[in-house]
C-alpha cells in the first residue's frame, strides 16, 4: 500500500496485504490507500532475502556433494508412489527431490540443461553453483551491491573459459584406432563415477562402438538399450543392428524357422488377423447359402492379404498391429518368421537400420519397400527371447542388451551409458579434451588468482573469491575418496604454481591419495562439458543474485471453495439423472 500525508512525511510503499499492513505513522483520510497485491501475498525483499536464497541453494548443493567422482556415494530415494532409485546421477536426483523453493528450483533448472546438453557434469554444475553463491555470500553481508560481484563473476567466468580453450588437446587427425582408444578413455572417465564404474573399460569400448555406429548424426534414438534382469555386468552385450523382445506370439510360432541368413523383411502397419466383416455394414439375407458367401469372403480377404506377403519373397514379416494365429500357421507352414504388435520405437529402427519402408497396405509391394540385414535370429538373453538383426546395409543403429541383478541396478546402468553415450558423441563432435580429476578447475583457479592482481579495487576481491569456488571440485574430489583434502590442494597449488607449466595437467590420485598426471593416466573428459558448466554454474549464480524479493501470491481459496461446491452440486444432480436415478 502507498501512505501519504499531507505533510513533509516521505511516502510509503507498503507491498503487504491489507491485514499485514503497519501502522502509518500519520494518517490522512484525504489519502487514500492503494492495494497492490491480494491479502495474504507473501513479500519478502532486501539482503535477508538474497542471503535466504543463497542458503537455498548451498543446501541444495550440499545434497549431491557427496555423489562427486570415482569414490562418490549413492543416494536413494524413496517416493510417495513407493518407487525406489539408486543413483548418483545428478540430474536425476536434482529432478526426484522434488524441490519447491523457487530460488533452488534453478539449480534443478541448470542441472537438467547440462544432462541434456551434453549428458556428464550434472553434479559439477550444481556444486559450482553452489560454490559461487557460498564465496559470494560475505561480499553481501558486508553490503557489497550484487552487481558489482555479477560483473566480477561473469569477467572471471569469460577468463575461465578462455582458458580451457586454450589448455584443450584436439584428438582431430587421428587414426581410427586412436580415436576409438582416445573416446574409450573419455567414457571411462564418465563411468568411473558410476555404479557401474568396476567395468569401465568393458562398457566404455561397448559405448564407442554404440557411438561409431550411428556416426555424427543427432539420432540418439538409434541407441536402443534393452534391460534383461538376470546374470552379470559382463553378460551385457552390443548388437550392430536392432534387438527387441519378442513379441507375443499365437500358436504356430514354435514351427516357424529361427534364424535366416540376408532374409528379406516385410514391415507393415496392418492387421493380419480373421476378423468378421461387420463394422459399419448390415447385411439382409433371404437365403442360408448367402450367409456362407459372405463367410467364405471373409476368410479370402484374410487368405488375399497373406498369399500377397508370402509372394513378396519376405522371410521375416514384423508388424504394428496383430498377427493372428491363422497368419502365425500360414506363414509357419511357408517357412516365414512373423511378430506382431511390434513397438513403433523398434519397428521405426528396424525400417531406419536394414533400409525398409513401414506400409499400411499389402497390396503392390515391390523390392524396394523390403529391408535386409546379413543375419536374423532369435535368441535366449536370460528369461527373455530377443528377436536380433544384425549387420544391417544402411543401418546406423545399434542395441545394448543390458544385464544385471536388481531393477534399479539395470536402471542406474542405463543411465550411466546414456552419460557416457552424450560424452562420446559431444568428444567426436568438437574434438577437444581436457585433464580430468580436478586438474583443469586447478589450473583456472591459479590463471585467475594471478590475473586478480593485476585488477584495481573490490574486483580483484570478487575474482580471488570466483577462483577459490573452483577448487571445490578437487576438494570434494578428496573428501569423498576419505583423503586429506587441504593437503592435497597444497601439493596441487604448489605443482600447478610451476613457471615452466609442466604442473597444468595435474590433478587428484584417487587410488594413492596424492597427486598425479591426470593425461598420463588416461582421466580425460570433454573440454565442451567443463566450458558449459563453468558457463551454467556462473549464469545461475548470476541469477539468484540479482534476485532482490520475491513474491509469493496467496492460493486462491475462495477459488478452491467453488471449485469444490460445483463439484459437491455435480455429484448431487448426478443422482437424479441417467442409470443413477432413484427408484421409487
Known amino acids: 500500500m502507498i501512505c501519504a500525508t499531507a505533510r513533509n512525511f516521505p511516502a510509503r510503499l507498503y507491498l503487504f496485504s491489507s491485514s499485514a499492513l503497519p501502522e502509518p505513522i500519520v494518517h490522512d483520510l484525504l489519502q487514500p490507500q492503494i492495494i497492490l497485491l491480494k491479502e495474504g501475498t507473501d513479500t519478502s525483499q532486501g539482503k535477508p532475502q538474497l542471503i535466504s536464497n543463497i542458503n537455498a ?7 549431491v556433494r557427496t555423489t562427486l567422482g570415482p569414490r562418490g556415494m549413492d543416494k536413494l530415494i524413496h517416493d510417495d508412489k513407493g518407487n525406489t532409485t539408486i543413483s548418483n546421477d545428478g540430474a536425476t536426483i536434482m529432478k526426484l527431490l522434488d524441490i519447491v523453493h523457487p530460488a533452488a ?115 540418439l534414438n538409434m541407441i536402443g538399450m534393452k534391460k534383461v534382469p538376470g546374470g552379470t555386468m559382463r553378460d551385457s552385450f552390443l548388437v550392430n543392428g536392432v534387438a527387441f523382445k519378442k513379441t507375443f506370439s499365437y500358436a504356430g510360432f514354435e514351427q516357424q524357422p529361427k534364424k535366416f541368413l540376408n532374409p528379406k523383411i516385410l514391415l507393415l502397419n496392418i492387421e ?6 461387420k463394422e459399419n455394414a448390415e447385411i439382409r439375407l433371404s437365403d442360408p447359402l448367402q450367409y456362407q458367401s459372405i463367410v467364405d469372403a471373409e476368410w479370402n480377404i484374410i487368405y488375399d492379404k497373406l498369399d500377397k506377403c508370402v509372394k513378396s519373397g519376405a522371410k521375416v514379416v514384423l508388424s504394428r498391429l496383430a498377427i493372428g494365429d491363422l497368419a502365425t500357421q500360414y506363414f509357419a507352414d511357408r517357412d516365414i518368421f512373423c511378430a506382431g504388435r511390434v513397438a513403433e520405437e523398434d ?66 546402468a542405463e543411465r550411466s551409458l546414456h552419460d557416457a553415450i552424450m560424452i562420446v558423441r559431444r568428444a567426436l563432435k568438437n574434438s577437444t579434451v581436457v585433464a580430468g580429476g580436478g586438474a583443469i578447475d586447478m589450473e583456472i583457479s591459479r590463471y585467475l588468482r594471478q590475473h586478480a592482481r593485476t585488477i584495481a579495487g573490490k574486483s580483484q576481491l570478487f575474482i580471488n573469491s570466483y577462483a577459490k569456488a573452483l577448487e571445490v571440485i578437487p576438494r570434494q574430489l578428496c573428501d569423498n575418496a576419505g583423503f586429506d583434502a587441504t593437503d592435497v590442494l597444497n601439493k596441487l597449488r604448489q605443482k600447478h604454481a610451476l613457471p615452466s607449466g609442466e604442473g597444468a595437467p595435474y590433478g587428484v590420485d584417487i587410488n594413492t591419495g596424492g597427486i598425479a598426471d591426470s593425461f598420463a593416466n588416461f582421466v580425460w573428459e570433454p573440454a565442451v562439458v567443463k566450458i558449459n558448466a563453468i558457463n551454467a554454474a556462473t549464469e545461475a549464480a ?6 532482490d524479493e520475491t513474491v509469493k501470491n496467496p492460493k486462491s481459496e475462495s477459488a478452491q471453495g467453488d471449485a469444490a461446491a460445483m463439484g459437491g452440486r455435480g455429484r448431487g444432480r448426478g443422482g437424479y439423472g441417467g442409470r443413477g436415478m432413484r427408484r421409487r
Open 57 to 63: 541453494c548451498v543446501a541444495v548443493s550440499d545434497v
Open 105 to 219: 528450483k534453478i539449480l534443478v533448472d541448470i542441472a537438467k540443461s547440462q544432462d541434456s546438453e551434453v549428458g556428464d557434469g550434472t553434479t559439477t554444475v550444481v556444486l559450482l553453483a553452489g560454490e559461487f553463491l557460498k564465496e559470494a555470500k560475505p561480499f553481501i553481508e558486508d553490503g557489497v551491491h550484487p552487481q558489482n560481484l555479477i560483473r566480477s563473476y561473469r569477467s572471471a567466468s569469460s577468463l575461465a573459459i578462455e582458458k580451457i580453450k586454450e589448455l584443450a588437446v584436439s584428438i582431430e587427425g587421428k587414426s581410427l584406432e586412436e580415436k576409438k582408444s582416445l573416446l574409450a578413455k573419455c567414457a571411462a572417465t564418465t563411468l568411473s563415477s558410476k555404479l557401474i564404474g568396476g567395468e569401465k573399460e568393458f562398457f566404455a569400448t561397448m559405448v564407442v562402438d554404440a557411438v561409431l555406429a550411428i556416426g555424427l548424426e543427432d539420432r
Open 272 to 277: 493380419l488377423e480373421l476378423k468378421s466383416e
Open 347 to 412: 519397428l521405426h529402427r528396424v525400417a531406419a537400420a536394414a533400409g525398409g519402408t513401414v506400409q499400411t497396405t499389402v497390396n503392390n509391394i515391390i523390392d524396394e519397400v523390403l529391408g535386409t540385414c546379413d543375419v536374423f535370429e532369435e535368441k535366449q538373453v536370460g528369461n527373455e527371447r530377443f528377436n536380433i538383426f544384425s549387420g544391417c546395409p544402411s543401418g546406423r543403429t545399434a542395441t545394448i542388451v543390458l544385464r544385471g541383478g536388481a531393477d534399479q541396478f539395470i536402471e542406474e
Open 542 to 547: 548470476c541469477l539468484v543474485l540479482s534476485v
